[in-house]
């Protein structure tokens, strides 16, 4: 990839606004003496990871709440929370990032995401990439190690080389995770189109407005 093709997942946006004080001080302090692009998205990587709680329950149409400044102050969040999280800091170490969105399929823990969201399949599912050493790698910094080690799964690890995915299996080799659909990357966060999917997924959110509205099942 060309550098000036790299520029829009280099730029601040109106929800990875990596400007921020907070941010910029955060991405420093987790960095530390990192030197190297990879060593820094290492750093980064579980400093978001085992950061912030992960919490599937509460979920904002407010767009202000989806920027990286209001994700920040929380301490817990969702995938996508987490994703764009990561994708800020990573922007404000000079690492180019963008977002990955998918469906997925919860096999762990699913009778209260049953009874809240009416299905055990999460969409949409966040995940970041970050682009080092001349390719884009994925990184997942949703499930913290407190809550991976309560459900007897292996925290997901990153060695910013080769993709830290999901964890497909618990330790005791039942099913935890699975990917349904890919809806493909993004430089910026595109919550009309999230937001959509939301409504279309899910049944107790059909009737909902697109802006203003707080679910909050925690």
């Known amino acids: 990839?060309?550098?000036?093709?790299?520029?829009?997942?280099?730029?601040?946006?109106?929800?990875?606004?990596?400007?921020?004080?907070?941010?910029?001080?955060?991405?420093?302090?987790?960095?530390?003496?990192?030197?190297?692009?990879?060593?820094?998205?290492?750093?980064?990587?579980?400093?978001?990871?085992?950061?912030?709680?992960?919490?599937?329950?509460?979920i904002s149409l407010r767009r202000a709440d989806w920027q990286a400044t209001e994700i920040f102050k929380k301490p817990d969040g969702h995938c996508q929370d987490k994703s764009i999280l990561l994708a800020t800091c990573a922007r404000a170490a000079g690492i180019p990032s963008r977002l990955h969105l998918a469906k997925v399929k919860n096999h762990i823990a699913v009778e209260q995401l049953?009874?809240?969201?009416?299905?055990?399949?999460?969409?949409?599912?966040?995940?970041?990439?970050?682009?080092?050493?001349?390719?884009?790698?994925?990184?997942?910094?949703?499930?913290?190690?407190?809550?991976?080690?309560?459900?007897?799964?292996?925290?997901?690890?990153?060695?910013?080389?080769?993709?830290?995915?999901?964890?497909e299996y618990d330790k005791s080799g039942g099913i935890f995770m699975e990917y349904l659909e890919d809806y493909g990357t993004f430089a910026d966060v595109p919550l009309d189109f999230m937001i959509d999917i939301m409504r279309t997924n899910y049944p107790k959110f059909a009737h909902l407005a697109t802006s203003e509205t707080v679910i909050d099942f925690s």
């Open 114 to 167: 049953t009874e809240k969201f009416g299905t055990n399949e999460l969409t949409p599912h966040g995940y970041t990439e970050l682009y080092l050493d001349g390719k884009w790698v994925k990184a997942t910094p949703a499930f913290n190690r407190q809550l991976c080690e309560r459900l007897n799964v292996s925290p997901l690890d990153f060695d910013g080389k080769t993709d830290s995915f999901f964890q």
């Open 1 to 58: 990839m060309k550098e000036y093709d790299l520029a829009v997942y280099l730029a601040p946006t109106a929800y990875l606004n990596f400007n921020a004080p907070e941010i910029l001080d955060f991405t420093a302090n987790a960095i530390g003496d990192a030197t190297t692009p990879t060593a820094k998205a290492v750093r980064l990587y579980y400093a978001v990871r085992d950061g912030w709680r992960y919490n599937p329950y509460r």
